[in-house]
């Protein structure tokens, strides 16, 4: 990317990142760049904002615990 390119893709971040704290999104710069990135390849925002949510929804310690390994 030549620098012209990255200067105004870090501004556009800046300015994102700017707005959802205005509208108190909890996102940080670098979960928005990833969003944004995925809205560029063609992904639904709407879609991608439904899964946010959900994800938001789940308490954090619901992800499934592993058994530790049983060693014979």
Do not use: W
Request: proline share 11%; charged share 20%; glycine share 2%.
């Amino acid at each position: 990317m030549d620098p012209e390119a990255a200067r105004t893709a870090r501004e556009s971040l800046d300015l994102a990142f700017q707005m959802s704290n205005i509208l108190d999104t909890g996102l940080d710069r670098h979960t928005l760049s990833v969003l944004i990135a995925l809205c560029d390849l063609g992904l639904n925002p709407e879609a991608l904002a439904a899964v946010v949510k959900e994800l938001r929804r789940e308490p954090s310690s619901s992800a499934p615990v592993l058994p530790p390994p049983s060693f014979p």
